[in-house]
């Protein structure tokens, strides 16, 4: 068949109208008049989709007929946010969908709000993947990211007496306009059973695997659309089914009920996304989901994205798969199963294609994060991949034993086997061994990588290291998030040619010496400042005083982010006024902002959040504060309230203990938007402060040296609580029940952590940390300075758009 040439509705007012109704009257099958708002949302969508198809069918064809290397992005997570704003950007029908709603009576705001966010993420791994995959369309770089399409995502956070509740996050309820399902492309996976050996006439022997159950991917497509250049990537998520055999052997014995049980069994892989963002539990059915995605992407590249004939020998020319942390690495083991098992390659010509095709980022540094599964869970699961990843190990053991003769000790630090607690795989030394480059996610982080986490393996293969810095898509968080500041950057600059080449914004340099240009900026912040505040009193009944410094802590709920010390901050305030030792109009005033979920099991992060609850309720209800001090938390953070909080911040709190961070991509989103930093030497704070300079960046704490001294030498919190009279009345204030109806007890998880055991040495930094706010207070009652460092921040930190981390990703790994 001929390729029938597509093209979407036409781009005008009229041409969108029709289109809108079309899709109103024969997608929903609705009209007009008796359309829902949920009826209206999903058209728009649909229509949108239409102009967007046109060129992904067009991106498709063209990337077919020059075939080039293209990226497999395998991640576990897509933190998407909402599609309606970016995809109407991508079309250049913001306008024209406006208008034309206008033209039917309907707002266009109104529909934006009526999305579900897809929530297909935990925090920072799960967007920089979204990021990632944004700035790959916008280069015009073939990409096919593959992930899991859970049905609920990241758990909805509500409060309750303080206490944070999960919801089930039922994302897909009202429809998912943004998604097609592809169920003729489905792919078995298979699990459990045994493998068998034979000998084929050459005395060859072949290993068959066995498997006892199967389930079947369908893959559910998402365009992923570039800007102004007409290139739309695919991102395909993967849904677990039952397979029809599964079905029809219990359906045909007669037992219904298991029947229908079995389904849910399969369909369970991809139920639900794991809250947890580190300490992971070896849970078997978060394995299950590794496994799963990692084998239908692999299957759906290699079966039916590369030609029928071929050549496997030339694969990695075709294609790098970038392991998004150590969550996809069974895709090493399923590459050589599929070479050798089912290609019938020899083994050494397998792993060398193999180790060509990977190419693993780590995404940490705390040793309780990094990913191990129990010999025996892997080998119930997928007892032909234990064996591969065995074998991978004894060559790999033999080749350490060659390099280092004699060196026995480090034989079994490197052993992708570890024997102690419980036998089990090392999934990022796993991914160590096969993978082309190894990269770390700001340049202080790849450094602690390579000597600390990771020291053995670079000793043995430095060429493999490398760092590329995070970003952030400067179309969602700037573009779309800031459309004031967009517009006055445009006005300045001349054209908008900065949304895809962010360094561009180094021309607003000079502006920050012009007192017109810098007031324009300021009123950029307040009007931003509005939008949020009638957004947090909507969704939250939250009132917020309008003209208070807003200082906001967003992320997720960690010890090692310190949000205890930001609220040792707070108290330290307030028991400063309350006291008498300082009068409340010596205060600037501030209104402090967390958003944070924590895990559903973190039983510190919770106590965390109920105590930030507390203390907000105790200052906010305080006459004497005047509303100078006020501490809010809305509920339920996520990217579409980081849409609306980043843009009107004024300070950024990036405060964990240095050398635990292992990037961050808010402190980025902050800079760029305008609000200058309060952070310690850590992730790409480090970077931002050198690029931003130190007059406009606030440093204090401990830098990653000091704290592995502290940490060597022995470090004790009470000490520094008994040294220090400002931190002792915080703490005692803290634990005093006074936040908390004079129940000491539910203050005292969280304060005898501090006192006796601060993994973190929140307390170490205390002193520090005031110090450098009082420098936040000096600052900001300069508005004109104030207002010129935070131009400077936006001037300085292009840097950090993820444009540049793919390029650095395409120079330093992919195309090497
Ligand atoms: C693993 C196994 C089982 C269950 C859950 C997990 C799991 C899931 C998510 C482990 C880790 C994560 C997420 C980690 C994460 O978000 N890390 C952050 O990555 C950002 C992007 O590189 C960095 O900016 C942050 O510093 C880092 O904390």
């Known amino acids: 068949l001929a390729a029938v040439p597509v093209e979407g509705p036409p781009l005008t007012v009229d041409g969108f109208v029709e289109a809108f109704l079309q899709e109103l009257h024969f997608g929903q099958g609705v009209q007009l008049d008796r359309s829902t708002v949920n009826d209206q949302y999903l058209a728009l969508a649909r229509t949108v989709m239409h102009y967007m198809m046109a060129e992904w069918l067009e991106t498709g064809r063209r990337r077919r007929a020059e075939p080039t290397k293209m990226i497999g992005y395998l991640s576990a997570e897509y933190l998407l946010g909402r599609q309606l704003g970016n995809a109407l950007l991508a079309t250049e029908l913001t306008e024209v969908a406006e208008e034309g709603l206008a033209t039917l009576g309907i707002d266009l705001a109104t529909l934006r709000s009526q999305e579900i966010e897809p929530g297909l993420g935990n925090g920072g791994l799960g967007r920089l993947a979204a990021c990632f995959i944004d700035s790959l369309a916008v280069m015009d770089v073939p990409c096919i990211a593959y992930g899991i399409r859970y049905e609920y995502g990241i758990f909805r956070q509500t409060f309750f007496n303080n206490r944070q509740l999960e919801v089930p996050d039922n994302w897909l309820r009202l429809g998912s306009p943004w998604e097609f399902p592809h169920p003729e492309r489905a792919v078995q996976v298979d699990f459990g059973g045994h493998t068998e050996r034979t000998s084929d006439e050459n005395g060859r022997e072949h290993v068959q695997w066995v498997p006892s159950w199967n389930v079947q991917g369908i893959p559910y497509h998402y365009m992923v659309p570039g800007y102004d250049n007409k290139a739309v990537n695919t991102l395909r998520l993967w849904s677990a089914q039952a397979t029809d055999a599964f079905n029809l052997q219990i359906f045909n014995s007669g037992d219904h009920a298991e029947a229908v049980r079995s389904q849910t069994f399969a369909e369970n892989i991809s139920k639900v996304l794991y809250p947890e963002d580190s300490t992971p539990q070896g849970r078997e059915l978060r394995l299950q989901q590794q496994y799963f995605f990692v084998a239908c992407s692999l ?46 390659f020899e083994w050494a010509e397998a792993w060398d294609i193999t180790k060509r095709c990977f190419a693993y980022t780590c995404h940490t540094l705390l040793p309780e994060a990094l990913e191990v599964w129990p010999v025996d869970v892997i080998g119930r699961l997928l007892p032909r991949h234990l064996e591969i990843i ?32 419980e036998r089990a795989v090392r999934m990022a030394y796993l991914a160590s061994v096969a993978a082309t480059k190894i990269n770390g996610v700001a340049a202080l982080h790849s450094e602690l990588l390579r000597d600390k986490v990771l020291p053995d393996f670079s000793e043995m293969w430095p060429d493999k290291f490398t760092n590329v810095t995070n970003g952030v898509t ?11 500041l ?33 007031e324009k900026f300021r009123q950029v912040k307040a009007a931003n400042k509005t939008r949020l505040f009638e957004l947090l009193k909507r969704r939250d009944g939250i009132d917020v005083a309008p003209d208070n410094m807003l200082d906001v802590m967003v992320k997720r709920l960690h010890e090692y982010k310190r949000q205890s010390l930001k609220l040792l901050h707070i108290v330290h305030l ?13 205060i600037v005033p501030r209104t402090f902002v967390f958003g944070a979920k924590a895990a559903p099991g973190y039983h510190m992060a919770k106590e965390t959040i109920f105590l930030i609850n507390s203390v907000a309720e105790k200052i906010n209800s305080d006459s004497r504060m005047q509303g100078r001090l006020a501490v809010v938390f809305p509920a339920n953070y996520n990217v579409t309230l980081a849409e609306r909080l980043i843009p009107a911040a004024d300070l950024s709190e990036q405060i964990s203990l240095a050398g635990k961070e292992a990037s ?22 480090v970077e931002i402060r050198k690029l931003v300079g130190d007059d406009h960046f606030f440093l204090f704490g401990m830098s990653e040296p000091e704290v592995a001294e502290l940490g060597a030498r022995g470090y004790v919190p009470s000490s520094f609580y008994e040294q220090n009279e400002d931190l002792r009345r915080a703490v005692d204030l803290l634990g005093s029940g006074e936040f908390t109806g004079s129940n000491r007890d539910a203050a005292s998880t969280v304060v005898n952590d501090l006192l006796w055991n601060d ?17 936040v207070d000096a600052a900001y009652a300069d508005t004109e300075a104030w207002t ?21 990703y395409l120079d330093r790994i992919w195309l090497r």
């Not at 991978?392 to 607690?421: K, Q, T, Y």
């Not at 006055?488 to 607003?508: N, Y």
Request: net charge negative; aromatic share 8%; proline share 4%.
């Open 299 to 344: 299957h759906d590249y290699i079966e039916h994205t590369l030609p029928a004939d071929f050549d496997l020998r030339k694969l990695p020319d075709q294609i790098i798969w970038q392991l998004n942390d150590t969550h996809p690495v069974i895709a090493i083991p399923e590459l050589m199963r599929i070479l050798v098992d089912v290609k019938g």
């Open 390 to 421: 065995f074998r991978i190990n004894e060559d790999f053991l033999i080749e350490v034993r060659e390099r280092f003769p004699g060196d026995e000790l480090r034989v079994r630090r490197m052993s992708i086997i570890a024997e102690h607690p």
């Open 474 to 484: 400067p179309r969602r968080f700037l573009r779309l998030a800031n459309p004031k």
């Open 486 to 518: 967009s517009e006055l950057i445009t006005e300045v600059l001349g054209d908008e040619r900065w949304v895809t080449d962010l360094d561009r914004l180094s021309g607003l340099e000079a502006y920050a010496d012009d007192a017109s240009f810098r």
């Open 574 to 586: 307030y028991e400063s006024v309350v006291s008498g030792r300082r009068d409340i109009s010596d």
């Open 664 to 685: 961050g991509t808010g402190n980025m989103k902050f800079a760029l938007n305008g609000a200058l930093t309060i952070g310690t030497d850590d992730g790409a704070n």
């Open 759 to 775: 993994r973190f040495m929140a307390l170490a930094d205390f002193q520090s940390y005031v110090e450098a706010q009082a420098r």
């Open 788 to 808: 010129r460092s935070a131009i400077l921040n936006v001037a300085r930190t292009g840097f950090f758009s993820s444009d540049r981390s793919m390029r650095d």
